[in-house]
């Protein structure tokens, strides 16, 4: 008895906490079929019976009238956010080894000192960093470029691969470097055979957060870019005038976090077979 | 967004007519643009598609999708077609323009070469632009410009903005309401009086507030008295302003309405002003749910949905109940802003009585466009600007309301456009040509505080109405509170230097 | 061989400090100016912004309100995202579908995002208060009283942030070690204690990492209060980003804001530090 209630209790909280999570994008699907007079009414869900239908939303998306396309701003996007999450994980997963294998020392600066200031990267407010990152860009003459972006965007993810990695590898056991070590493999060697082909759910983990961070970011995507180079969320808000399109921004929701929530799919896949096991210890 | 690929066909034929043809002389079909017919003169599609831009970029900086942002769009892509141009537009919200254009413009960077943005802002971009050359000033187009509009576009002496629309704020009220004798019966029973378009601000907060929460169109939902832009950055300074002007605007003191501007003293926590503030906040209880974080969007959905009985900002919400498909269409009318039967007159130090009620309409605003100085392309860039606004477009522009296109022409201002080209009613019509051409020609206007540093100034007004607007303050501390922040801004930026910007706003109200 | 240790630090480290070193000097130098909208460059004033910065009232109350928000926030994704973690981790059906599903809602991009949440709280258009007529709680005020206003803020957060926590956390779950527990079911102990002594005491580090990123990561909360509310009603939301923000891009104080950035920044430094320790210490003992 007491076990069904608890039992009872599980699935309730489970399913209300599904419904919230569902909620926004039940909302979303909806109101991206609407027009301004679909809106205006009050708050509606059903097409046909409480409001009459319209693709507007969806086609100011994809070139139709009044609207953008977002079909070049969503392939940049994928350019920058692939390229900048590869470098960051690349540079940050042999970062975070070297943290967690050997020791350094400067002065009074220890490894832990070193992990924190990467980490210490994603305190500054975006806002301030706009001037100084536009004037090193316009230096290195990659204002409005891809390439510029991409620059830009490692800083802020090469932080959260290194804080994941780091966790990672500390709760790799060392004896499978030292195994290594003493069948005489450098340590480049080790980390390459050995330690990098057991890393998978650590950068499984790690590159989801580049990947969301980086694919998310609107701030610096819109202060250095001019007319040429434009991504996704950029292009979405172009939609956003003196009336705010509900409709529109629906539609333009769904179609962003359409490619990560894959990556959710993926993510749970590693999660599911235990392959996540020590990508967080 | 760049704009798609000429399309070819059309500018071969093109290019063959205009080599065969003298383009004086050309009488040619330019209906395929969407226009009715194109009017001669020095931007008229003729003349453009006789220019030859072609291996040539022109960079435009823009509003978002639609206000501004879609005509900027099309014209950009016709004038690409007519010229070989390759035309690259970018569209931005109006909340993050600012900073866009800011920074290239701070770091030296030639990153736009034409500029769309709110005219208030020439104070701090001023010394970024170029000046209109004279050839275009005397253009058909700009030469009917109303002399509002181009003294909005005037700065020191030269003409600095390209005039491509005409904004202001006036009174929109739902005409099918007023009009009903069961509403007219009711209103009298609350108040005593007739239900008349209110002349007051005071009229305004009574009638929205005997309409409130009631359902005074019999569709079974919910009406309330009055939306209006309360939501703190996102332009209620501009809704703040309209209320306090005839209260603060003394038709016979000269000399500044935002500051006097012999002394700098800021004027905001004057006794006008801090009356206009109370009214605002005795306002709040007839809004919406909701209504008192209202941005514009919001207003616009609440009163071009048919949701409250009156609001006041610019066109768009009109325009929204306008709309073919729109519930409200043909039920709605225009007029000018209420004004004040008392009306503080700073020079004597007193409240004066008006009879007639002071009216102090609201220039506010305004899309405007520019062409920046460091442009390798100005030529370009200026027929781009003069295509825009050319008269065939414009009159084409402003039957799309969502295009954010408002009547800045003399001939803008003929109810017979409306009624023939949109299909309005002729009261509506009639009763929006008129608002619109009254406050145009009308006396006691009150412009933007267009200075530099206008946005410190701005935010720095609206969170202090915004702590009286929530209670966290009286109207007179909020306001006094502004008024030492407004000193502290002048103080930094140089009482002569601000003086010498305002001095340019101050002429244009007291012209 | 040792050697070879700064081949996997440097060229991390070194690309960082690269793209890092020359906004954070400018940073640094540009506070010392008084770089506005009217006097670009990089004149000297030495301390006068941060003399500013320490009588700018509307700053500290930014800076306290953001410290009790992102507590108050953090806290709940913490505790929500642990009791989701436990509660999917194992015997339930359909737990791959309810992982994937509370995984999804950090994947939204924050700036659209927030727009879709100001309709959904918008109090005669959305959809939340006509739920919440017919659940009999009656609608509410969500975006013009200042408590409902920070909970509006707080329930966006929570949304979005709480799938954070829940990863890491079911993640550290699903890699436990088996034996501690049936050594606890030999002890005789009950779902509590063996959460109190085994499970808690193993989440611990783990947990520690998840909320100083977070309490980092919230602390930035800017986009969601520019679109839900400007800071109002009064100033009843300003966070010290929004602060920032204000300041620097819709003012453009370059330098003051600078100013108050660095502040911020030694702020956090020191207060993360402070947290870390405490966190560490509490684990610790136990």
Sequence with gaps: MKHTSYLALKYLVVLAWSAFVVFPFLWMLSTSFKSANGVTGGATWLPWLQYEPSTAGWSALFGGPGGVNILRPYLNSVIVTLSASALSLVLGTLAAYGLSRFTFRAGPVRNGDITFFFISQRIMPPIVLAIPFFLMLKTLGLLDTLTGLILVYIALLLPIAVWVMVDFFNSVPRGLDEMAWMDGCTPVVTFLRVILPNAMPGLVVAGMFCLIFGWNDFFFAFTLTFTKVQLLPVSIVALNSSVTPWWALSAAAIVSVAPLAVLAFVVERFLSRGGLAGAVR | MTTTKTTVLKRALYAATALCLPAAAMAQDYSSYGIKEDVPGACSFAAIDAKDYSGRTLNIITHAIPVIGEPTALHAQQFQELTGATVNVVHVPFGDLFQRIMIPFQTGQAAYDVLFYASLWLGDFNPYFAEVPQSYQDSSGMMSVTPTYKGVATWNGKMLQYTMDGDRHYLKYRADVFENPEMQAMFKEKTGRDLTVPATWEEYNEVAAAFNDMDFDGDGQPNFGSAEVTKRDDLMFSAFISRVAPYAKHPDVKGGFFFDLETMTPLVNTPGWVHGLELFVEAQKSMPPGGTSFGLGDEIFSFGGGQTLMSYSWDDAFIQAMQEDSPIRNKVAAAILPGAHEVWNRDTGAWDHFDEPNRAPYVTWGWSSAVAANSQNQDMAFDYLCFFANEANTLSDLQIGRFGVNPYRDTHFDPAFYETEMGWDAAVAESYATTLRDIDGGANQVFDLRVPGVGEFMSSLAAGVARAMSGEASAQEALDGVAAEWGQIVDRIGADRVRAAYANVVALEDR | ?286
Excluded: C
Aim: aromatic fraction near 12%; avoid cysteine; proline fraction near 5%.
């Design chain 3, 1 to 286: 061989m040792y050697r070879q240790k700064y081949l996997f630090l440097l060229p991390g480290l070194l690309v960082l400090v690269a793209i890092i070193l020359f906004p954070l000097l400018f940073t640094i130098r540009v506070s010392f100016s008084s770089w506005d909208v009217y006097n670009p460059g990089l004149n000297w004033i030495g301390g006068d912004n941060f003399t500013r910065l320490l009588a700018d009232s509307r700053y500290w109350q930014a800076l306290v309100r953001l410290s009790l928000l992102t507590l108050a926030t953090v806290t709940l994704q913490y505790v929500l995202g642990f009791g989701l973690a436990l509660l999917v981790w194992r015997d339930i059906a359909a737990r791959r579908l309810f992982r994937v599903l509370f995984l999804v809602p950090m994947m939204t991009t924050p700036v659209v995002m927030s727009v879709i949440w100001r309709t959904i709280f918008h109090e005669s258009l959305g959809p939340l208060n006509p739920i919440l007529d017919a659940l009999g709680i009656g609608a509410q005020p969500w975006l013009s009283q200042a408590g409902h206003a920070l909970a509006a803020v707080m329930i966006v957060e929570i949304w979005q942030w709480t799938p954070f926590m829940f990863l890491m956390l079911l993640a550290g779950l699903l890699s436990l070690p088996q034996e501690p527990y049936l050594a606890a079911r030999i002890d005789g102990a009950g779902p509590i204690r063996t959460f109190l002594s085994v499970t808690f005491p193993m989440m611990a580090a783990i947990s520690t990492g998840a909320i100083l990123i977070r309490l980092i990561e919230a602390s930035k909360l800017m986009e969601t209060i520019y679109v839900l509310t400007s800071g109002g009603p009064g100033t009843s939301t300003e966070t010290t980003s929004y602060y920032i923000y204000i300041r620097g891009m819709r003012d453009f104080q370059i330098g003051y804001s600078a100013a108050l950035s660095l502040t911020y920044l030694v702020v956090m430094i020191v207060s993360l530090t402070v947290i870390a320790k405490a966190l560490t210490r509490m684990v610790v003992k136990d």
